[in-house]
């Protein structure tokens, strides 16, 4: 997390055409590859998954997925698969499989992977593959613009834009088991008393004569699956341009979005990222989901323009104090050898 200073637009507000100094948090986020298409037809019970149809190169990263011990396995996962794109028989095979998801299924999805290599601060190695729906259109269509994108890599910027509502998903930090002080805020009992005070006093009537799920109870905190909703997008940096620099129109300092020393626990961001407000779900090098907003975003906060003025990147290690390592040098000057 950093913080910037930008103007307030918001007429009618004491802070309108006032600076404002706001959290915000990075999140890199490198192209993902579309490497299948998978079709579903409803069924009473819900929707069942009816073919996949993979494309023909599959990069090492996504293929470690398929297996719990790489180094100790054959690595031979779609080496019969991809072959089959080199016959006439087998493209006529995969054609035929294209035809039935047009004819049958009512739900297409495409299958995404990370490129978990370009993320150079992580050890791991193995993609993370999911499923992202395909709306709009004929079922022939959805069918086309998938298959179009296979082995190709969609950009952060392809999906969302500057100024945009999102909802992010992810997994919460863990804390491990805690108390019910902690994990459900309950007051704490007068100091006097007998065998701990840390708890809740009455857990329930004798009948009914089980404890109800309403009570407080001490057990497993964080590590949980959250949804965070509308979260703005203030900035998208594409590696390589001016965007990817914390340059903004009012601050020209020739300096990039990491700030001194790299972020704590993190390192350098290299690739695509955005910067949304606010904080974001789970601890540092987790794996998040980024969706558009589900609602149709109307308030004065949603459709506000974001104009960033000054974007901070002093040392996040400490109390920083200068925004780049040539203004530290030129403060302190040439350092006994």
Same mark, same amino acid.
């Given at each position: 997390m950093t913080h910037i200073v930008r103007d307030v637009e918001k007429p009618g507000s004491k802070l309108h055409k006032k600076e404002t100094c706001e959290a915000v948090t990075i999140i890199e986020a490198p192209p993902m590859v579309v490497v299948g298409v998978v079709g579903y037809v409803k069924t009473p019970r819900g929707l069942r998954s009816l073919n996949t149809v993979w494309a023909q190169h599959l990069s090492e990263e996504v293929k470690r997925r398929f297996y719990k011990n790489w180094c100790k396995s054959k690595k031979k996962v779609f080496a019969k698969y991809s072959k089959t794109y080199e016959t006439d028989e087998g493209k006529k095979s995969i054609g035929g499989q294209f035809e039935k998801l047009i004819k049958y299924a009512t739900v297409i999805r495409v299958l995404a992977h990370t490129q978990i290599r370009r993320m150079k601060g992580l050890k791991q190695k193995k993609a993370h593959l999911m499923e992202i729906q395909v709306n709009g259109g004929t079922i022939a269509q959805k069918v086309e613009f998938a298959k179009s994108f296979f082995e190709k890599q969609i950009p952060i910027d392809a999906v969302f834009q500057k100024d945009e509502m999102i909802d992010i998903i992810g997994v919460t930090k863990g804390k491990g088991y805690e108390g019910v002080v902690t994990r459900w805020g309950v007051t704490r009992l007068p100091r006097?008393?007998?065998?701990?005070?840390?708890? =809740?006093?009455?857990?329930? %009537?004798?009948?009914?004569?089980? =404890?109800?799920?309403?009570? %407080?109870?001490?057990?497993?905190?964080?590590?949980?699956?959250r949804t965070e909703m509308n979260k703005k997008i203030y900035k998208l940096g594409k590696a390589g341009q001016e965007s990817h620099t914390a340059v903004t129109e009012f601050d020209r300092t020739e300096k990039d979005i990491t700030p001194i020393g790299g972020f704590p626990h993190y390192g350098v961001v290299k690739d695509d990222y955005i910067l949304i407000k606010g904080c974001c779900v789970g601890p540092k090098k987790r794996v998040v989901t980024l969706r558009q907003s589900l609602l149709k975003q109307t308030s004065r906060l949603a459709l506000e323009d974001i104009k960033l003025k000054f974007i901070d990147t002093s040392s996040k290690f400490g109390h920083g104090r200068f925004q780049t390592t040539q203004e530290k040098q030129k403060y302190y000057g040439r350092l006994k050898a």
């Open positions: 006097k008393t007998h065998r701990g005070l840390r708890k =809740v006093a009455c857990i329930g %009537a004798w009948h009914p004569a089980r =404890v109800s799920f309403t009570v %407080a109870r001490a057990g497993q905190n964080g590590y949980h699956h």
